[in-house]
Nanobody, 116 residues
Framework: QVQLVESGGGLVQAGGSLRLSCAAFGFTFSWYSMSWYRQAPGKERELVARISSAGSTTNYAESAKGRFTISRDNPKNTVYLQMNSLKPEDTAVYYC?????????WGQGTQVTVSS
């Protein structure tokens, strides 16, 4: 059974940093690309960043470029999102996602709140 467990969210002032983690269970982590999404109140869920299975390729939303870094540690079955220079508009629930054989699996999400 696929399970994704996010952690690392919290309350931070604008300009601060947070590092999110997502621990993966129940599938061969190193075979699949991983993504971070976020959903702000009243808005649709949006892709923040994606990383390939080996970690050699990354993609970012325009809003995340230059500030966020996605990485992974395959032996630890964990994907990370380092977020720097945070802005109030980054406030959202952040979700880890794995697409396995065409099906998306999601974590429970971790709240990130950036105060101005």
């Amino acid at each position: 059974q696929v399970q994704l467990v996010e952690s690392g969210g919290g309350l931070v002032q604008a300009g601060g940093s947070l590092r999110l983690s997502c621990a993966a269970f129940g599938f061969t982590f190193s075979w699949y690309s991983m993504s971070w999404y976020r959903q702000a109140p009243g808005k649709e869920r949006e892709l923040v960043a994606r990383i390939s299975s080996a970690g050699s390729t990354t993609n970012y939303a325009e809003s995340a470029k230059g500030r966020f870094t996605i990485s992974r540690d395959n032996p630890k079955n964990t994907v990370y999102l380092q977020m720097n220079s945070l802005k109030p508009e980054d406030t959202a629930v952040y979700y880890c996602c794995a697409r396995i054989r065409g099906t998306d699996s999601w974590g429970q999400g971790t709240q990130v709140t950036v105060s101005s």
